[in-house]
């Protein structure tokens, strides 16, 4: 059972015996009908970075407001990003709408077949090119997520970090040996559900793997200790210092962030990142008159992090004394459901309604 192949027999029999039944999932078996290649495109995109028990719901939501390619290709891009609300990394949202309006405009709205091809679609990589074209379309085509390359490090012994070039160039061209044979779909998703599952980053349920018997590392080492990766980069520590502004209609001010950088395009409640939000910030960068902004005692401090920073938020309320100008909207907090706003801003607003 050592190597590709005796790895690969063994996986399908393990998976067809017992395997976690998901929405995009097509089911397993020589001939077996494919899932919808938009389903599983979604899927994979939502996947990057995210949880499967979180993403069930959310797939289920989005899918069914736009169930089709072409539906989502014609849809605006506020009413992509209020859909993907709560799942965070928004670019993902955007390169997926990117990626149907190529499909429909390039692909005669077939999703492309091809890894080769599919690695030309805005936000697709080398995995979700191979994700797809297997599970999709059962071609032969390798992958190497997170899942798979500690089931990889484990079974083979590597030692060096596995985001350094060398055992990148070495994961992938395990995995392209893998793939080619019979079923790669079912082989690719049996691979990524046994890192999942049983080949888990803490506490790995090595009694019951099916591929114990050749993992070196049981045998040399222990498990947990691979993958081995590069030490990580100190987040940027910012603040964020949020002005929630009332008028006398219990409604409260909302811009919307630049179309580049972080959240771009989302709606937010007026923040500043270089200051405290005070009474002349609010007129010169607003347009709007306040009374002293004091703090939201409903809401302390609080931090979150994203790829790169750590964020303080700070929340300051005030009463509005003058007028808006453009690329703002007044709306009470009830009235939002057409807004996509950042997690943080989420929270800001659920304290806003407790308060």
């Known amino acids: 059972m050592n190597g590709p192949e005796g790895w690969r027999s063994a996986l399908l029999a393990w998976y067809d015996a017992g395997h976690r039944l998901l929405p995009w999932r097509p089911a397993p078996g020589e001939g077996a009908e494919r899932v919808d290649p938009y389903l599983v495109l979604v899927s994979e995109a939502m996947l990057q970075q995210t949880q499967v028990a979180t993403v069930v719901g959310y797939f289920g939501r989005f899918v069914e407001r736009f169930p089709t390619v072409e539906a989502l290709a014609e849809a605006d891009e506020q009413a992509v990003l209020t859909a993907w609300q709560g799942l965070g990394y928004y670019r993902r949202a955007r390169n997926l709408h990117a990626a149907a309006r190529t499909i429909v405009a390039e692909h005669g709205g077939r999703v492309p077949d091809d890894a080769d091809d599919l690695l030309d679609l805005p936000g697709v990589g080398r995995y979700t090119a191979g994700a797809v074209a297997s599970i999709a379309y059962d071609r032969r085509a390798p992958i190497v997520d997170g899942n798979v390359a500690r089931v990889f490090a484990r079974l083979t012994h590597l030692t060096e970090p596995i985001d350094q070039r060398d055992a990148q160039r070495a994961l992938w061209e395990l995995a392209g040996d893998y793939a080619n044979g019979r079923r790669p779909g079912d082989a690719n998703q049996a691979l990524m559900e046994l890192g999942a599952t049983v080949c888990t980053p803490k506490t790995p349920h090595c009694l019951t793997c099916p591929l114990r018997k050749s993992c070196r590392?049981?045998?040399?080492?222990?498990?947990?200790?691979?993958?081995?990766?590069?030490?990580?980069?100190?987040?940027?520590?910012?603040?964020?210092?949020?002005?929630?502004?009332?008028?006398?209609?219990?409604?409260?001010?909302?811009?919307?962030?630049?179309?580049?950088?972080?959240?771009?395009?989302?709606?937010?409640?007026?923040?500043?990142?270089?200051?405290?939000?005070?009474?002349?910030?609010?007129?010169?960068?607003?347009?709007?008159?306040?009374?002293?902004?004091?703090?939201?005692?409903?809401?302390?401090?609080?931090?979150?992090?994203?790829?790169?920073?750590?964020?303080?938020?700070?929340?300051?309320?005030?009463?509005?004394?003058?007028?808006?100008?453009?690329?703002?909207?007044?709306?009470?907090?009830?009235?939002?459901?057409?807004?996509?706003?950042?997690?943080?801003?989420?929270?800001?607003?659920?304290?806003?309604?407790?308060?």
């Open 217 to 355: 590392g049981v045998r040399e080492t222990n498990p947990e200790t691979l993958p081995v990766k590069s030490p990580k980069r100190r987040p940027t520590e910012v603040t964020h210092r949020v002005l929630a502004i009332r008028d006398a209609d219990e409604r409260y001010l909302f811009t919307r962030r630049p179309d580049t950088g972080l959240w771009s395009g989302m709606w937010q409640l007026p923040t500043r990142e270089d200051g405290p939000p005070d009474v002349a910030w609010a007129k010169s960068s607003l347009g709007v008159a306040i009374t002293r902004p004091r703090s939201l005692k409903a809401l302390p401090e609080f931090t979150h992090a994203t790829t790169h920073r750590r964020i303080t938020f700070a929340v300051d309320v005030a009463s509005r004394k003058g007028k808006a100008v453009a690329e703002q909207t007044w709306r009470a907090l009830d009235e939002l459901d057409d807004l996509p706003l950042p997690n943080p801003q989420r929270k800001i607003v659920a304290a806003l309604r407790e308060a």
